[in-house]
């Protein structure tokens, strides 16, 4: 599916159209199969009424003819609104789905009367799916009540008495649309605290249906897809004045198109298997041609919108989605990078099949398929790739393909525009299903037991993870090195090739340490370097990435440095302070961890980089306000690229401070700390 | 006549062979009935990025009238 501009007049529309005149052509010469197949193309395109009613022609006309839906349906919907434009426009939907369905449509604002008289139309019809199409407006709720539990739970008791009684009659399966709340509140701000408020009320009404829907009753979230539009999209008092259109007309295809996915769910038409591309999908850049530590994943903007990608895709895993993938890559090149990257969120055994080769893609796909064990028409194909999009369409036309923008950014709103994953209902063996509940517990927790700073820390659960300095994070660490500024002790630059020959050296120790908590994945947020000068570790370089500051983690990186001392038989850490016109920050922060100030004269012999002079002391005294609590962390965030890439400007004031290792006090020990960087010679501590 | 409003009546009821003059009416055309007014008028509006107000709403008589009406409304602004 395109993603569609939020804002406006219907921005597919030119997309829909070429769908639409491939699929006159295809009717023309008598192509009933393809003429059908292109229309419902079409409705992917875009929004515009217009063209999805001509679609509906098409449908309407060509599907008949066809048998390319096993599966069909009599549908019935009944609305409290004019819902004329919905039915005409729903057999396109549900064809879409997967489902072929004869529509039945109630008179202008006659559910009830329909559903209470059983010798209405509606039992004559005899519906296998009823579509309860209703708005707001129908809702019996005062503008103001004075009991709101007792009018929320009357008005939720309404609609599924009406559940019961359809069921009981006809054992049609329920569609019920929840309510698009609309916009326009007299109270203003003061309905958020108001139960008594008719939009408070009725999204208690909404959540109530939600949690009363049983096996037989689905839900359209229609206040959702509102907001989703916009709402003064949604709402046209206009239409609503003239014509009782409740949905504005430029709404309803969606509104269409997401009922026509909840209801192919009902029927067992919800797609199941997602297949995922690699390059350019799943990260940034070609594995083959930039390697493990060149592709973009996990840091910086492009890096964070895949990750972000990858998150996406392991909450459809959750809700039940196979996940698969399809990639033209040596298989072990592939794999190492879903078994080494450090930023990957998708792990091999979320992959129920890993299909990297340098076979076609279709080819690949049906080998997927029956692998599986499952159908063609059950899979989504995804790929950044308009060639191999357009290859898997023309080749395995079963196989659903979602178009990605351009912009990996766009990937997590282009997958969730896509609606064909609904799933009935989560059952208990859906994976993660445990594991939303501990977070939701968890949360709880956070929200009444968080009463220090150290009791938050505690609560994220935060872990350390030190990693080793390789091709992997060489490029993160370079960029952290380049771009630092507040938490930076000595401001110094080091190019990839430099930190590479020092990490080499045997005297120097490099930290890399990433840090990761219960709600996010921070990547590689520090790096220190120190070398051994005799029984002195000297700290050559220490920073810390902005996003991460007031977290303690400063004082377990100390932690860190005072035990490699330890390891390399060094009496003695030694800190500089190089101030520079942004790292003000840590002015104080040798001071606070325990380092004494050590007099000009002694700091002989360490290195300093070019501007820096290790000859003017200042007099400690620094005045820069961080707490007790360390680090504050409420500065605007100045880690970005320096225009002149060079080096920062050194200001006068370096300082040189000293830490024995028999008085350095123990880390806080609010975060956990694994390493993975020592894994021949076994963890320090 | 308009390749848009063409397309839009074409679209609308759904009739790729359809061809409107300006002296076609609703009684020209089987399908036109209120609610198919309704969506022509939301469908030419929304082509045309303008808004018909309630009173032009069901004044037009023929095609031409409405497209007289289009061009008047292009020529305005």
């Not at chain 1, 990260?283 to 998150?311: R, T």
């Not at chain 1, 178009?403 to 990937?411: A, E, Q, T, V």
């Not at chain 1, 300095?469 to 990839?496: H, M, Y």
Request: hydrophobic share 45%; net charge negative; glycine share 8%.
């Amino acid at each position: 599916m395109t993603t569609r501009q939020d804002d406006g007049r219907d921005a597919g529309a030119g997309a829909m159209r070429t769908g639409l005149d491939r699929a006159r052509a295809a009717e023309r010469s008598g192509d009933d199969a393809g003429a059908v197949r292109w229309a419902l193309a079409a409705t992917d395109a875009g929004d515009d009424l217009a063209a999805w009613s001509a679609a509906a022609g098409v449908i309407a006309r060509c599907l008949p003819r066809t048998a390319s839906l096993s599966r069909g349906a009599r549908v019935a919907v009944l609305g409290s609104y004019t819902t004329s434009q919905l039915s005409a426009l729903l057999p396109v939907a549900a064809a879409r789905a997967g489902v072929a369905v004869e529509v039945y449509e109630c008179g202008y604002g006659q559910y009830r009367q329909e559903i209470l008289d059983p010798s209405s139309g509606l039992y004559r019809f005899g519906p296998d799916v009823v579509v309860l199409a209703v708005h707001a407006g129908e809702a019996q709720l005062p503008a103001m009540s004075q009991d709101p539990d007792a009018d929320v739970a009357a008005e939720a008791a309404r609609w599924t008495s009406l559940w019961d009684l359809l069921v009981e009659r006809t054992g049609a399966r329920v569609v019920q649309h929840l309510f698009a709340i609309p916009p326009d509140v007299a109270l203003g701000h003061l309905a958020a605290r108001t139960p008594g408020c008719r939009a408070t009320m009725l999204a208690a009404v909404n959540a109530a249906l939600g949690r009363a829907a049983g096996s037989r009753v689905a839900l359209v979230d229609c206040d959702r897809l509102a907001a989703e539009v916009g709402k003064r999209r949604w709402f046209d008092a206009r239409y609503w004045h003239r014509a009782k259109q409740a949905v504005s007309l430029g709404c309803v295809p969606l509104l269409a198109r997401h009922t026509g996915a909840v209801l192919g769910a009902q029927l067992g038409a919800s797609r199941k298997c997602l297949v995922l591309d690699l390059d350019n999908t799943l990260w940034g850049g070609v594995l083959g041609e930039e390697g493990l530590g060149g592709i973009a994943l996990g840091d910086g903007p492009a890096g964070e919108a895949f990750a972000a990608f990858q998150d996406h895709i392991l909450e459809l895993k959750a809700k039940g989605v196979i996940l698969a993938v399809c990639s033209k890559n040596n298989d072990a090149d592939a794999r190492e990078v879903f078994e080494r990257h450090p930023a990957m969120r998708l792990r091999l055994d979320d992959i129920a099949m890993f299909s990297a080769s340098w076979a076609d893609k279709p080819a690949q796909i049906r080998q997927i398929a029956s692998t599986l064990g499952i159908g063609l028409e059950s899979l989504v194909f995804v790929d950044d790739n308009p060639a191999e999009r357009e290859v898997v369409r023309q080749l395995v036309g079963e196989v659903d393909v979602i178009d990605l923008p351009p912009d990996p950014h766009g990937y997590v709103r282009a997958l969730a525009s896509y609606p064909f994953f609904e799933t009935p209902a989560l059952t208990a063996e859906d994976a993660g299903r445990a594991a939303q509940y501990r977070a939701r517990a968890q949360a709880a927790q956070l929200a009444a037991g968080a009463t220090s700073l150290e009791d938050f820390h505690r609560s994220l659960a935060m872990v350390a993870t030190v990693v080793p300095l390789d091709e992997v994070t060489l490029p993160r660490v370079a960029q952290l090195v380049a771009k630092t500024n507040q938490f930076n002790l000595t401001g110094r630059r080091r190019s990839q090739a430099e930190l590479a020959e020092l990490a080499a050296d045997p005297r120097t120790a490099v930290l890399c340490v990433r840090l990761t908590d219960q709600f996010a994945d921070h990547g590689l947020v520090t790096v220190a370097i120190a070398s051994q000068e005799h029984d002195v570790l000297d700290i050559d370089t220490w920073l810390m990435s902005c996003r991460v500051i007031g977290r303690t983690l400063e004082d377990e990186t100390a932690g860190l440095l005072v035990a490699e001392a330890r390891l390399r038989g060094c009496r003695y850490v030694r800190g500089h302070y190089l101030p520079t016109a942004k790292n003000g920050l840590v002015a104080d922060l040798f001071t606070r961890l325990g380092f004494a100030l050590v007099e000009p004269a002694a700091s002989h012999g360490v290195r300093l980089d070019g501007a820096c002079s290790d000859g003017a002391c200042s007099d400690g005294a620094h005045a820069d306000g961080a707490g007790a609590n360390g680090l504050r962390s409420d500065r605007p965030c100045s880690e970005r690229p320096r225009s002149d890439g060079g080096m920062p400007e050194h200001r006068s004031g370096a300082t040189s401070w000293l830490l024995a290792v028999d008085d350095a006090v123990s880390p806080p020990g609010l975060i956990q700390i694994t390493r993975t960087d020592r894994e021949l010679e076994g963890t320090a501590s | 006549m308009d390749d848009r409003l063409q397309q839009v009546f074409r679209e609308i009821f759904a009739d790729d062979a359809l061809v409107v003059t300006d002296d076609t009416t609703a009684d020209d055309i089987p399908a036109w009935d209120s609610l198919a007014h309704i969506n022509l008028m939301f469908a030419v509006e929304n082509e045309f990025e303008i808004d018909i107000p309630d009173d032009q709403l069901g004044s037009f008589g023929t095609v031409g009238e409405l497209r007289q009406f289009l061009e008047a409304r292009a020529g305005a602004r």
